[in-house]
T-cell receptor, first 114, second 113 residues
Framework: AQTVTQSQPEMSVQEAETVTLSCTYD???????LFWYKQPPSRQMILVIR??????QNATENRFSVNFQKAAKSFSLKISDSQLGDTAMYFC???????????FGTGTRLKVLA | SQTIHQWPATLVQPVGSPLSLECTVE??????LYWYRQAAGRGLQLLFY??????ISSEVPQNLSASRPQDRQFILSSKKLLLSDSGFYLC????????????FGPGTRLTVT
């Protein structure tokens, strides 16, 4: 079965510092998509960043970037210059190409400290 | 622009009562639609998804069911709620392209008493 593992249930970081959230996944597929979603206290889930497995270049979105290691099946999220508004639950998700199913990890609760 | 609506926002129901949660999407056609349940420490559990009217795929066997009576309407139902059905239910939609971003609704907090 395809699974997504987020091994850090909770993390904290000082404002303006950098933090990295880890995500690993298990699949035998070669083509797939990876996502990071953010769920703030308001519970409204939004996309942070998206990566296509066939692209070697790591995706970047402003202060958010990923370290995609396909061979290691690792997809970590780096948040630079952390802001109080980054406080949220972060979910890693995986979608095999050719399917409609998204598989989510259990999430990492990130708290940014002032 | 596209928007997704979910209601009700909160719901308290006794064990054994029926359930109907509704989700509608505006501003797009033929979206893929999804129902998830979020429980503490367990992430998002995919319950159902639909790629077209009348086409429902079930991921978890349980006492819940889903229907898609119209292109942009997705309904989650139960005939008799269990305590274990308590949780936060999220509806989401995507475009039909591969690897599309999911857009989530605001969610429904269901408490079964």
């Amino acid at each position: 079965a395809q699974t997504v593992t987020q091994s850090q249930p909770e993390m904290s970081v000082q404002e303006a510092e950098t933090v990295t959230l880890s995500c690993t996944y298990d699949t035998s597929e070669n083509n797939y998509y990876l996502f990071w979603y953010k769920q703030p206290p308001s519970r409204q889930m939004i996309l942070v960043i998206r990566q296509e497995a066939y692209k070697q270049q790591n995706a970047t979105e402003n202060r958010f970037s990923v370290n995609f290691q396909k061979a290691a099946k690792s997809f970590s999220l780096k948040i630079s210059d952390s802001q109080l508004g980054d406080t949220a639950m972060y979910f890693c998700a995986f979608m095999p190409s050719g399917t409609y199913k998204y598989i989510f990890g259990t999430g990492t609760r990130l708290k940014v400290l002032a | 622009s596209q928007t997704i609506h979910q209601w009700p926002a909160t719901l308290v129901q006794p064990v054994g009562s029926p359930l109907s949660l509704e989700c509608t999407v505006e501003g797009t056609s033929n979206p893929n639609l999804y129902w998830y349940r979020q429980a503490a420490g367990r992430g998002l559990q995919l319950l159902f998804y639909s790629v077209g009217i009348g086409q429902i795929s079930s991921e978890v066997p349980q006492n819940l069911s889903a229907s898609r009576p119209q292109d942009r309407q997705f309904i989650l139902s139960s005939k008799k709620l269990l305590l274990s059905d308590s949780g936060f239910y999220l509806c989401a939609w995507t475009l039909t392209g591969a690897g599309s971003e999911q857009y989530f609704g605001p969610g429904t907090r269901l408490t079964v008493t």
